[in-house]
Each structure stands twice: as structure tokens, then as C-alpha cells.
């Protein structure tokens, strides 16, 4: 079975930092991986993706200049680190995986393959 485990959330002051973590119980070699988060009320929205062979990456406009996406295809895991941190940014935040066998440096946000079952980040002081 496959399955994706986000972990790292928590709570934060604003202006504070932290890294999410997704980790993949299968070869992530094969698959773009994306970050999604929903706010209470708010529709899920794509902040960050990345392709398979970590060249290409995207980030939403919510958070660009503050995040950073990274992967470590040997571990099966990706990155996503958030800084200077807002209110706004309070959400579970969860990572999916999409499998792009044809494709080496694109990622999206469209239809996933693969869903984490999120972690929650609390932006307050």
C-alpha cells in the first residue's frame, strides 16, 4: 500500500520557522511530489511542488520568498520549510504524490496519485 506521513507541524509564533517533513512508505523516484494546505473555511490550495529529479520547483504566490522545498530521493522523503511565518499560514498542510514515469522535471498541483493525512500548523502567539 502506499502511503505518504507528514510530520513537523505544530505550533509556532509568528515570524517563527519549521520544517515539514513527507515521508513515502514507497520509491519516490518515480513521482513529482506537492504540498498542499487548507485553512479552516478556505479551499485547499497547491503552495509547492517539486519534480522528480529536484530541478524543477513551483511555489504559490501566498508564500513565495518564504518557503523552500527540497527531496531526498534515497530516504523517500521531501521538505517543505516555511519561514517568517503568519497567521495566515495556520492550515494542515499536506504533501501528495503524483506519478510522472515520462517526465523528469515537471510538477503540478492537478490530480494526485498518492495523499499524506496532513499536519496541522498553528500560526499564534
Known amino acids: 500500500q502506499l502511503q505518504l506521513v507528514e510530520s513537523g507541524g505544530g505550533l509556532v509564533q509568528p515570524g517563527g520557522s519549521l520544517r515539514l517533513s513527507c515521508t513515502a512508505s514507497?520509491?519516490?523516484?518515480?513521482?513529482?511530489v506537492s504540498w498542499f494546505r487548507q485553512a479552516p473555511g478556505k479551499e485547499r490550495e497547491g503552495i509547492s511542488c517539486?519534480?522528480?529529479?529536484?530541478?524543477?520547483?513551483n511555489f504559490a504566490d501566498s508564500v513565495k520568498g518564504r518557503i523552500a522545498i527540497s527531496r531526498d530521493n534515497e530516504k523517500n522523503m521531501v521538505y517543505l520549510e516555511i519561514a517568517s511565518l503568519k497567521p495566515e499560514d495556520t492550515a494542515v498542510y499536506y504533501c501528495a504524490a503524483k506519478s510522472l514515469i515520462f517526465s523528469w522535471s515537471t510538477c503540478n498541483y492537478g490530480v494526485m496519485n498518492v495523499w499524506g493525512r496532513g499536519t496541522a500548523v498553528t500560526v499564534s502567539s
Open positions: 514507497f520509491t519516490l523516484d518515480y513521482y513529482a
Open positions: 517539486i519534480s522528480r529529479s529536484g530541478t524543477t520547483t
